[in-house]
């Protein structure tokens, strides 16, 4: 009998604790999402720490490392938002399944272009030096510091359900989706959206035989 | 013998004008300002602006439209040259593979990074008088006068430029002002685009900024032979591509239509230099 009081306390008690772990794991989640110079700061922290690990810079550890950067980046934008901009009216016209393999292709072009670069990144100091905040956009202007030079880079952020996510970067002022945006253009005015098509996996191709 | 005399006076004439526009500019305080002393810049800063961005209504200038008309915003430079510019485009891009990147990979091996950056901050340094001119022809004598502060400190204290003693000492920081900037700063539009073979994208307001310039440059207001002219250039061409090997590779690599790529990636970089002011 009294063993099944105490099974049926537990019983009882089980949705109680979830709901109490819910909450608080909601409420540090509402604290931190406020401010997106600290959010941004938390996630270049982390890539940062992955970059810097002496452990995973073991060559054997070659394809964790990049796994980890991968994730850490993958949280950080809105990928979706991106593709959908570079495309600008393109991407009216698209069925929605064109648009998701597209958001396929550009999310693999941006991870060769910055991952490569972020890569060779090993001890470089990032500074954070302005945040304008403007309803649910905001822009943080950082730099890093490389080879003894400051190198401006300013991030555009979108709230999405209390997360700021990436939506542009400007690195020395030039907007990543305002030239492929004039890249993809270039190429859809003389072959359209399916010579673009081509043209990404042919790219994305290459360079994949070629690491 | 009429015209070697009429080189040399000159040339004493421009030099003369340089200084004395050094001098005036000189003459303009610059110290006592807000620089934060360079330890503690970037946790200053990092307060200081992101407390005024708050709530100084200045810098809240961008405004909603902005966000979303800014994809919208197609002033694509024009490019009536564009077979040509194309074909140089393609020259330049095989000029770096066979020859530059090669050439700079052994070079890194020589040097240090650290003697690179030196490298890099005395062809650097020589550019501060021409920067002095233009911040004082776009009318801000202050960016000027630290310009020539750079100068004279970097020259003397820096051991001619090798190391950037007013930044890393004072926190004096170059504007980078350059004499395309000054014409875009009365109203010069960037013309069309040009992409020469060995220097690599402009455009014509910004060719005819690079000719100002080099008036400027004290290998050029000291008559050197042009042979010196050209290694000079072709060492701090080495240099700099020593320091950033890989970025153009990625870049390239990673665009569709890299003419068109990098052609923006100009246009953008220039339009934001001269915002910046």
């Known amino acids: 009998m009294c063993k ?34 600290e959010q941004l700061q938390q996630s270049v922290d982390e890539i940062l720490q992955i970059l810097q690990s002496d452990e995973l810079k073991r060559p054997e550890k070659k394809d964790e490392r990049k796994q980890l950067i991968l994730n850490a980046v993958n949280k950080m934008f809105n990928f979706r938002e991106m593709a959908r901009s570079s495309l600008g009216q393109s991407w009216n016209t698209l069925k929605p399944e064109e648009q998701d393999e597209f958001v396929g292709l550009f999310t693999s072009l941006v991870e060769q272009r910055y991952i490569g670069k972020i890569d060779s990144y090993t001890d470089q100091k990032v500074i954070y030096t302005k945040k304008l905040v403007k309803g649910s956009k905001a822009m943080i202007y950082t730099a890093i ?12 952020l979108e709230e999405n359900d209390g997360k700021w996510l990436i939506y542009d970067l400007k690195i020395e002022n030039v907007s990543l989706i305002v030239n492929y945006r004039r890249d993809f253009d270039s190429i859809i005015r003389k072959e359209q959206f399916a010579g673009l098509v081509e043209k990404i996996t042919k790219q994305l191709e290459k360079t994949e035989t070629s690491n | 013998m009429v015209l070697k005399l009429c080189k040399v006076i000159r040339l004493l004439g421009l030099s003369a004008g340089v200084i004395c526009l050094l001098l005036l500019t000189a003459s303009f305080s610059w110290a006592g300002d807000d620089n934060q002393p360079p330890g503690d810049r970037q946790v200053e800063v990092y307060e200081i602006q992101a407390e005024e961005s708050l709530t100084d209504p200045e810098d809240n200038a961008w405004e909603e439209e902005d966000w979303d008309e800014e994809w ?25 593979f066979w020859v530059l990147k090669p ?72 504007s980078y002002e350059d004499f395309g900037q000054t014409l875009a700063y009365y109203g010069a539009g960037g013309g069309f685009y040009i992409n020469w073979p060995f220097l690599g994208p402009s455009n014509f307001r910004d060719s005819l900024g690079m000719l100002g310039d080099a008036y400027l440059h004290p290998i050029i207001l000291l008559d050197a032979d042009w042979g010196v002219v050209i290694g000079a250039w072709t060492f701090e061409k080495v240099n700099y591509t020593a320091l950033t090997l890989g970025d153009y590779e990625l870049f390239t690599e990673t665009a569709l239509d890299p003419y068109a790529a990098v052609k923006d990636a100009y246009q953008q970089y220039r339009n934001g230099l001269i915002e910046n002011r």
């Open chain 1, 145 to 156: 510091v490389d080879k003894d030079l400051e190198i401006p880079i300013i991030y555009r």
């Open chain 2, 72 to 96: 919208e915003d197609s002033s694509t430079i024009a490019d009536p040259l564009e077979p040509l510019n194309r074909f140089f485009f393609h020259f330049n891009d095989k000029l770096y």
């Open chain 1, 4 to 37: 099944y009081f105490l099974q049926n306390k537990s019983v009882f008690l089980l949705p109680l604790v979830i709901l109490i772990v819910f909450n608080l794991n909601s409420g540090a989640f509402a604290s931190a999402s406020k401010d997106p110079m």
């Open chain 2, 103 to 174: 050439v700079a990979t052994v070079y890194s091996g020589f040097f240090p990074e650290e003697l690179q950056i030196a490298f890099r901050n005395f062809f650097d340094n020589l550019r501060t008088p021409a920067r002095a001119v233009n911040s004082l022809l776009q009318g801000n004598a202050r960016d000027s006068s630290e310009e020539v502060a750079r100068f004279a400190l970097n020259s003397t204290l820096g051991i001619f430029g090798f190391g950037d003693f007013a930044r890393d000492i004072l926190g004096l920081r170059s």
